[in-house]
């Protein structure tokens, strides 16, 4: 054999094996472009369907309902209408709050949007307060509520756990760049309804009091129903994982955070937990009489201390009471100005003063900040609006 | 051989083209925030881990006089977004007896604790000061995207020197086969026949 011969060998070989790589390479390619093609094909008789569907039920007789189970193609999540007509929530899929502005004519979504290009359907509307309508699938199929309003259709779903939502505004008074957000999350909840009607309840309790109770332009709640990625420890008091906290409350705007812990009063005679306050998150227990909320709301918000005394706790530490607005030493000249206020013996520890007999920071007794803290709360609430 | 080796060459280029062309991928941008998570321990922050998602983030309109200062900085080292914050040494734990509330507070001297930020696409690192306004911690951002590009680099490289191992492998097989074949002498392969006649 030539010289020349066995040199060429080696690039012989590597012709063959590169050769061999490209035809896997194109061969591959080619398969996948064809179940493309397939997949292409698949979708543009989902989304004809869909379209009749809608047109269809459009021309019927007005306010005629009809329950429809469309199928969607595989690998889509969640499907998104949205009405260009209307307001557009951005707090109900984070995600497709972009996709609405990169696609401008379009209005129905479908996620995972990187993978599924968004359609227009015309002739349809949805209710101002589901707008966008995100619907989850189950099995590749979505169940719709169309209604016939003469020329259009109003979708809507009949299954309202179908819906989904990042973040659920209960009292959007105004724009979260300027008010104060506050957004509950769940920890330890079996049902969802029990939750909700928590959550309600403490709106309604800072709603009731001062001075929330006539600033409450300056205040948005919200509420996270998917809050199964938080992690807390519950030992004698709750302690949640800050990180997974506000990851998921960053779904909401998130001035301040209130957790609240489900726990039956039953078993919480047997092992009482405490409810808690770090950083801007409260989590409460809400085994606890509602007001805890208030109060511990106060910490994070105000910077208030507790006006009750516990000199096993407060004597370990270094209070001072000059690090919070509603503590001082005789002859309480903080708050000397305020009217309605006095020098009551008994602030965190006994030697120290707070300025009313009662608060909703001494005790639950009462519904009421007292005059001032009302005002140092309100001085707070007043950077917003 | 200048032709092939030319052919060799185009098909190592394309072959690399098709691996990237996957690797290349924008992303939507949109309302996104850093999630930061930090710990605090006996005066020294350490960062754990971030993530950036879309979200919201807090509008840090209540920040306190003193306290650390976390600066978003450009490439350029120029400020585009800072704030001021606490770390949250300070836990409230009130227990409720009926009406009554006991308890207090904690003062702890370490926790893990975690700062949402505003998402800036030209952010390069964030850097935090600490009261006395000394540098504690510069937290890099920009080094998630490089790691992306050199792991689809590490997938053509693994591929390449698979390639080059395999072909070094049928280089050397062949090699000795010819070796062993010029080597030995048609004698040896072949045993001399003698014919049953054959004197001797």
Redesign the interface.
């Known amino acids: 054999?030539k010289k020349s011969q066995?040199t060429?060998?080696?690039?012989f070989?590597?012709?063959i094996?590169?050769?061999a790589?490209?035809i896997l390479?194109v061969g591959v390619?080619q398969i996948k472009e064809s179940s493309l093609k397939a997949k292409e094909i698949e979708k543009i008789t989902y989304y004809t369907t869909l379209k009749n569907l809608i047109q269809k039920q459009a021309l019927k007789s007005f306010g005629k309902l009809n329950e429809k189970t469309i199928m969607l193609p595989k690998g889509i999540e969640k499907i998104c209408f949205i009405d260009r007509t209307k307001n557009i929530s951005?707090f109900t899929n984070?995600?497709l709050?972009?996709?609405i502005k990169?696609y401008g004519d379009k209005n129905i979504f479908f996620e995972p949007?990187?993978k599924f290009e968004p359609i227009y359907i015309e002739n349809f509307k949805l209710d101002e307060s589901e707008n966008p309508l995100c619907l989850k699938t189950f099995r590749s199929t979505v169940k719709l509520s169309l209604k016939s309003m003469g020329n259009y259709t109003l979708i809507s779903t009949l299954k309202p756990s179908d819906k989904t939502s990042d973040c659920i505004p209960l009292l959007y008074n105004s724009p979260?760049?300027?008010s104060v957000?506050i957004v509950f999350l769940g920890y330890g909840y079996k049902n969802k309804d029990t939750y909700r009607k928590d959550v309600k309840e403490y709106i309604e309790l800072f709603l009731e009091t001062e001075p929330f109770k006539s600033n409450k332009e300056k205040i948005n709640f919200y509420m996270i129903e998917d809050f199964s990625s938080i992690e807390c420890e519950i030992k004698?008091?709750i302690?949640c994982?800050?990180?997974k906290?506000?990851?998921l409350?960053?779904?909401?705007?998130?001035?301040y955070i209130i957790i609240l812990v489900d726990r039956s009063k039953i078993k919480d005679m047997i092992n009482?937990i405490?409810?808690?306050?770090?950083?801007?998150i409260a989590k409460i227990?809400t085994a606890?009489?509602n007001t805890?909320v208030l109060?511990?709301f106060g910490?994070i918000?105000g910077n208030l201390?507790?006006e009750?005394v516990?000199e096993?706790?407060?004597s370990r530490?270094?209070?001072d009471p000059r690090d919070y607005p509603n503590c001082d030493t005789t002859p309480c000249s903080k708050w000397s100005l305020v009217p309605n206020t006095s020098c009551f013996k008994g602030c965190?520890l006994s030697k120290y003063r707070r300025a009313t007999k009662n608060s909703i920071m001494?005790?639950?007794?009462v519904n009421s900040f007292g005059p001032l803290n009302e005002g140092v709360l309100k001085e707070?609430l007043d950077?917003?609006g | 051989?200048v032709a092939?080796?030319t052919?060799?060459k185009k098909?190592?280029l394309?072959?690399i083209g098709?691996i990237l062309i996957p690797a290349i991928h924008t992303?939507?941008?949109?309302?996104k925030?850093f999630?930061i998570?930090l710990n605090y321990n006996q005066g020294s922050i350490t960062y754990?881990?971030k993530?950036i998602?879309?979200?919201?983030?807090?509008?840090y309109?209540?920040q306190p006089e003193e306290g650390y200062r976390l600066e978003l900085m450009s490439p350029e080292d120029k400020v585009v977004y800072s704030i001021k914050f606490e770390v949250?040494l300070?836990?409230?734990?009130?227990?409720?007896?009926?009406?009554?509330?006991?308890?207090?507070?904690?003062?702890l001297n370490q926790t893990?604790?975690?700062?949402?930020l505003p998402y800036y696409e030209n952010a390069k690192n964030i850097v935090i000061y600490n009261q006395n306004n000394e540098k504690i911690l510069s937290i890099n951002l920009t080094e998630e995207k490089p790691s992306m590009r050199k792991q689809s680099f590490i997938w053509v490289l693994l591929i390449l020197i698979i390639?080059i191992f395999?072909?070094?492998l049928?280089?050397r097989h062949?090699?000795k086969k010819?070796t062993k074949t010029?080597a030995e002498t048609p004698l040896q392969r072949y045993p001399p026949f003698y014919p049953p006649n054959y004197p001797g």
């Open positions: 054999m066995i060429g060998r080696p690039l070989y590597s012709l094996i590169i050769s790589i490209l390479t390619k951005p984070c995600n709050n972009e996709e990169k949007f990187n979260y760049n300027n957000d004698s008091w302690k994982n800050e990180f906290a506000k990851t409350a960053s779904n909401c705007p998130n001035d009482p405490r409810s808690s306050a770090k950083s801007n227990n606890d009489k805890v109060h511990e910490h918000f201390a507790d009750y516990d096993k706790y407060y530490i270094n209070f965190s001494r005790s639950l007794t707070r950077l917003y | 051989m092939l080796k052919i060799i098909n190592i394309l072959i098709l992303e939507a941008v949109c309302n925030v999630v998570n754990k881990n993530i998602k879309c979200g919201f983030p807090p509008d309109k209540i949250p300070k836990a409230y734990t009130d227990e409720v007896n009926s009406y009554m509330l006991s308890g207090g507070l904690l003062i893990d604790f975690a700062l949402v390639t395999i072909m070094l049928l280089y062949k090699k010819y010029t």
